[in-house]
């Protein structure tokens, strides 16, 4: 499996790096901020793509929901690794430049205070990540007994909303915040994120049980007891995880209630 953490460490923030090197070039009135976030929008886009087909085929795959097995289930955690850790650092920058360009004294230069305001200002999303790498990823890959790929695929298949929601952010950033294509791909984010990360979770506790209930071997409890607060805490991490992206949409009301961001610069007051 170090061969799949590897083609992960290499794969996500290279693609950061490709994306952002062609934004900039492509697009030369963009900003720092633009092609940061930019960038970071795709290389979800395209974790998301993967994510998802890899959830279809393990879920195809198994017959047996306790019990059947798919290299992928392993596979693509130890793999997804760095990009959690990749997508904490992407978030950062693009928090970063956001307010560099703006001229926030504070960000001339990283320092601990730049730091600080993002851990206030982006919390709920950090906190998402943090929990999937210190509390999903252990009962995934070391204590669930080889069992339940069934399940792990299902969790995978929720970052089928992802790609939409990222698209929504590009499409703002090229100036179609207005268009109908926009206003669909709403709809289609409001779809994709109910049917996969809300609907889902349940039908998933139902297979089990049922399952379980047809199955002459009495199965480890901690298996459905595990499988079930999995999908549980998915389920509200994935309703945070939209109220975050909700509140970082340019011009939402919700992004300017309640929000620490740092004070202007004297530059920027003297000018008001």
Known sequence: ???ALSCGVVAFPGLFLFFREV???????????????????????????LATTAGVIIITSC??????????????VWFGIPYMSYDIYAMYLSHYYTYRVKGHQDYKEHSLRTL??????????????VVLLTIFLPITL??????????????????????????????????????????????VVLLAFFTCRIALFPTCTGHMDSTQASQSTVYPSICPCAATWVTSASWRLSCTGLCCCVERLPGSTVARAGRSIPPPS???RENS
């Open 63 to 76: 017959s047996n929901v306790m019990t059947d097995r798919h290299w992928l289930a392993t596979a693509f």
């Open 142 to 187: 070391f204590l669930r007994r080889d069992l339940g790929d069934f399940f792990i695929g299902c969790l995978f298949t929720a970052e089928f909303s992802t790609p939409f929601i990222s698209v929504g952010r590009i499409l703002i950033q090229l100036g179609l915040k207005d268009c109908w294509l926009h206003k669909l791909n709403g709809v």
């Open 1 to 3: 499996m170090l061969y």
């Open 23 to 49: 934004t900039s070039r492509t697009f030369k009135q963009w900003t720092d901020a633009d092609v940061v976030l930019v960038s970071e929008r795709l290389v979800s886009i395209l974790h998301a793509v």
């Open 116 to 129: 600080n305001a993002f851990l206030r200002q982006d919390f709920l999303l950090v906190l998402h990540h």
């Open 266 to 268: 004297k530059v920027q």
